[in-house]
């Protein structure tokens, strides 16, 4: 397999599937693949930016139909023996699979999210409303779907979407070498970035309704302790309103880290003292595999976790996990943990020794491996 290029398709490079190509295109060059990314560019900027060594080619993306031109030269500029498509998405999927049926190339799909759920999922019925000139859009998202026998392999991040769409299982990791604790001075971390007075919960993912952020803060509220604050990270452009309203409504409880790129994130994950996941209990979010407690398992730090999806099974018991939509379950755990922090630490060392056993990059590129030997 060394020397082999594979080129995988990003549908949108501002923070659209981007964090799990990396992670893919990295254990590819473990492998000993030439890797390199495309895709297109709908926001300001690439989000996060990608790690040294992966190479990006891109362009902007506009709506239909100005963007079958663009996706045309795109397909142009793809040149890998084997294409590796993120989501079933037009501007990934769409393209690579018209590369691949031209030039009769191999094709891999990577599904990460049920797309469909977003829409309602088995019950979504086509209607006119929304812009079909943009191209997420359920309907092509639907027609995709349909066509994913046709590919030569398909790999998932979770058993939900396994069970859906069968192909190999390969659920989020990270490079437990880089996300290791013991490279951070965490307390010297803090100091200098003027924390050193608080108690710092965190969540690094992206921040929407469904994912519970606002259950966190109203469990400070409740809590009403000055010295915690809940550290919320970078965020690509389409999160902006977001958190303009959760500034707006719980300010005081806050702190935000700049746009961080993929190979930062853990020096950021150290200033943590507890990592914070609490999504809501729906079909979006039981198809997931969550990577933001992935990172805090390869980080030993505690996790808060709401019981949704597979976040227990990867958890095991070394996490510490509440109801879903509970903010008063999630202000007496955030106690808890404090009360006997060196507790919680032991049981975040007990996540790390799981992540390295089952959420490594080990495990990443032996998967990978298997389902490349079936092409």
């Not at 495309?38 to 989000?47: A, N, T």
């Not at 490279?183 to 007075?197: A, F, I, P, T, V």
Request: aromatic share 12%; glycine share 8%; net charge neutral.
């Amino acid at each position: 397999m060394n020397g082999r290029k594979i080129s995988i398709i990003i549908p949108d490079l501002s923070g659209y599937g981007t964090t799990r190509a990396y992670t893919i295109g990295e254990g590819l060059k473990r492998l000993g693949f030439q890797v390199k990314l495309y895709g297109f560019l709908f926001g300001k900027k690439i989000y996060p930016i990608p790690p040294y060594g992966l190479p990006v080619t891109y362009f902007y993306g506009k709506p239909f139909p100005s963007l079958i031109k663009t996706m045309w030269d795109l397909m142009g500029e793809i040149d890998g023996d084997i294409i590796y498509v993120i989501k079933p998405q037009m501007t990934s999927f769409g393209v690579g699979y018209l590369k691949a049926w031209r030039e009769k190339k191999p094709i891999i799909v990577d599904l990460d999210d049920w797309e469909m759920a977003e829409w309602g999922g088995d019950d979504w019925q086509f209607n006119f409303q929304g812009n079909l000139r943009k191209p997420g859009h359920p309907i092509y998202v639907k027609f995709l779907e349909r066509i994913l026998d046709k590919v030569n392999a398909i790999t998932v991040s979770s058993r939900y979407l396994q069970y859906r769409y069968g192909g190999t299982y390969l659920p989020n990791v990270r490079d437990t070498d880089a996300f290791n604790p013991s490279n951070y001075d965490s307390e010297k971390l803090r100091e200098e970035n003027g924390l050193s007075n608080y108690r710092l919960l965190m969540f690094t993912g992206t921040a929407k309704p469904s994912q519970g952020i606002e259950d966190v803060l109203t469990a400070l509220e409740i809590l009403n302790n000055p010295q915690l604050k809940l550290v919320l990270v970078g965020g690509n452009c389409h999160q902006e309103s977001y958190y303009q309203q959760l500034w707006e409504r719980w300010g005081r409880w806050i702190v935000t880290i700049k746009p961080q790129a993929f190979d930062e994130m853990a020096r950021v994950i150290s200033l943590s003292h507890i990592i914070v996941f609490t999504p809501h209990d729906s079909i979006i979010n039981q198809a997931k595999c969550p990577l933001e407690v992935i990172e805090g398992m390869a980080m030993a730090k505690p996790i808060l976790a709401s019981a949704v999806g597979e976040t227990p099974a990867i958890l095991g018991n070394t996490g510490f996990l509440v109801s879903p939509q509970s903010p008063e379950a999630i202000a007496k755990t955030i106690n808890e943990i404090l009360a006997d922090y060196e507790s919680a630490l032991k049981r975040g060392e007990l996540a790390r020794q799981r992540c390295l056993q089952h959420y490594s990059m080990v495990n990443l590129t032996k998967n990978l491996e298997t389902v490349l030997r079936l092409i």
